[in-house]
């Protein structure tokens, strides 16, 4: 998928988790429980000496996709009240914790370990991209057959697809072809 610019850090760890998921090719990159552990382990989230079970791989992969609708709200999508449920279960989970730097910065933080800690760090970088006002530029493709996790980089905000060439074109074009059939 050709994409537009990554979306800054450590936002852009929360983009990459969603695009785990590549639903146009159905690949997975957390296919399975060593899979989910392999790409936690290589983006930091996770220690290289736990090991995850299947019952955990798959609290991942509901957050991953809770995230992506959440994702979709940012662009204008109703929110299913079951999304709102599972991002909630994974917040009690998760426990965080707050600390300050040497500027009287506060920062958030998951402190636990294992896969609640993981999903715990992914909260809290949401937590600072809502407080640094990153949060809703940060949505997904509204594109059934995309939905890829974007960054809108827009002035305004507006941006509505991951890429305006394939998937806004592919929309328009779509929108034509029922706008005639209604026609005739």
Request: negative net charge; hydrophobic residues 40%; contains cysteine.
């Amino acid at each position: 998928m050709a994409a537009r610019p990554p979306a800054p850090e450590p936002l852009e760890l929360v983009r990459q988790f969603v695009n785990t998921r590549d639903v146009e090719s159905g690949a997975d990159e957390l296919a399975d429980a060593r899979a989910t552990e392999a790409w936690l382990v290589a983006h930091g989230l996770l220690d290289d000496a736990v090991r995850l079970e299947p019952a955990d791989q798959r609290r991942v992969v509901e957050l991953r996709e809770a995230l992506r609708a959440l994702l979709l709200a940012n662009n204008g999508v109703p929110l299913d009240p079951h999304v709102v449920e599972v991002l909630n279960s994974v917040a009690e989970r998760s426990p965080l914790h707050a600390s300050f730097d040497v500027t009287g910065t506060i920062g958030v933080t998951g402190r636990s370990a294992g896969v609640d800690g993981a999903l715990g760090q992914l909260i809290s970088i949401m937590l600072q991209a809502v407080a640094d006002d990153t949060w809703p530029r940060l949505k997904v493709c509204p594109d059934d057959e995309c939905l890829w996790a974007f960054y809108d980089h827009s002035r305004n905000r507006s941006g509505q697809w991951c890429v305006m060439a394939v998937c806004g074109n592919r929309n328009k074009a779509r929108s034509y072809r029922e706008r005639q059939r209604a026609a005739h």
